[in-house]
């Protein structure tokens, strides 16, 4: 006996919109094991925008506690987290569940320089949500040798960039870089202050800014699993909310990269 027509019956699936763009793939998206690094503002839309897309295995990596100057753009923080030092990574975890029931975050409270580089290989893509250059160069690296798609977002004030790494072909996060960046990078610092032998200044940071940067993100991370690599960011992605205008930077493959060598 065929199924009886319930009007509105559309109206009850989760997923209908997204199911009406031809070419994601909610079954392989609802499936996928995505590594997500740094929970701050940046990793506050991300996870917001991967769990409302349908992504459920989402592990955070962060080792900081939330303080009062994340409120203002991070929706899963409240005054609440910051009086009990909770985790970010927690926290944000615990909130996704909230926005689904199908979620299932695991939250790791510690450096990702300090967690087994087996987490990489335990997951088809990496997000790289971080505030500082040696930690994006790890997040990198590691990836690349586990041959797994690396999406690196970064912001200053108003203006952000993404970058999407797709071994074994195009250039990587470390390709773009250059000695300035190199010099910072050999420094060790935490933005709370755990272990400081250098203060990086603090970035200006806006929410409507992290807000692109992290819907770009998520939208690449879509066509990775949904098999439209063909669609994927090419170069790096950079927006500039002032001006009102984005375009694509190419970052051509270095020759020289020392994360290309080692993998060859």
Known sequence: MPTPLKPGAMDDDRYDRSKRVPWLDIESISMARVL??????????????????????????DMDHVVGSNLNRC????????????????????????LSHEAEPLAVTRRIEDTDRSVFNDHEIVLGCLDNIAARLHVNSHS???????????MDGLVGKVMVSFPPSGACLQCGMNKSHAKVAALRFSCTGK?????????????TTTSVISAVMVREALKIVSGKTDLLL???????????????IEVPLDPGCPVHSRRD
């Open 36 to 61: 997500m690094v740094g929970a701050g503002a940046i990793g506050n839309e991300v996870a917001k925008d991967l769990v409302l897309s349908g992504f459920r295995k989402i592990t955070i990596v």
């Open 75 to 98: 929706l899963f923080f409240t005054e609440d987290h910051v009086n009990r030092r909770a985790y970010k990574s927690e926290t944000i975890a615990e909130g996704l569940t909230r």
């Open 144 to 154: 690349y040798a586990a041959g797994k798609a690396y999406i690196d977002g970064g």
């Open 195 to 207: 272990d400081v032998v250098f203060h990086e200044p603090r970035l200006a940071a806006e929410i």
């Open 234 to 248: 090419s170069n790096a992605f950079y927006y500039d909310g002032q001006r009102n205008v984005s375009e694509e």
